[in-house]
């Protein structure tokens, strides 16, 4: 996330790409980018989300967050297949924040 002293919209590097944040004063935009999927979040993106979460709820200059999803739909939920990919790796573990 970008400086919380900072003024104006900021995008923030993200380490994936299943979504982009934009920061505009006290109001962190999050929008789910996977509008092919019908922003179906991923195991890597559902880790990415939490992590931003956490670290907005951290940034005291933070006051609201708007999710939200690219293209003519919110989010489809947990994209299903990925999840399954991402286990057979071995990738899937318990996590907390």
């Known amino acids: 996330m ?3 002293d ?3 919209s900021t995008a923030a590097p993200l380490p994936t790409p299943g979504f982009a944040t934009v920061k505009d004063g006290a109001v962190l935009r999050v929008t789910i980018t996977q509008p ?3 922003n179906a ?3 890597d993106t559902m880790l990415a989300l939490g992590d ?3 670290a907005a709820a951290e940034d005291s200059a933070v006051r609201v ?3 939200t999803g690219e293209g003519g739909d919110f989010c ?3 994209d299903l297949s990925a999840t399954a990919r991402a286990a057979r790796r071995g990738a899937v573990s318990a996590r907390t924040w």
């Open 36 to 38: 092919k999927r019908k």
């Open 6 to 8: 900072s003024a104006g």
């Open 41 to 43: 979040i991923d195991y």
């Open 65 to 67: 967050i708007v999710l």
């Open 2 to 4: 970008s400086d919380p």
């Open 76 to 78: 489809s939920g947990a």
């Open 52 to 54: 931003a979460f956490h």
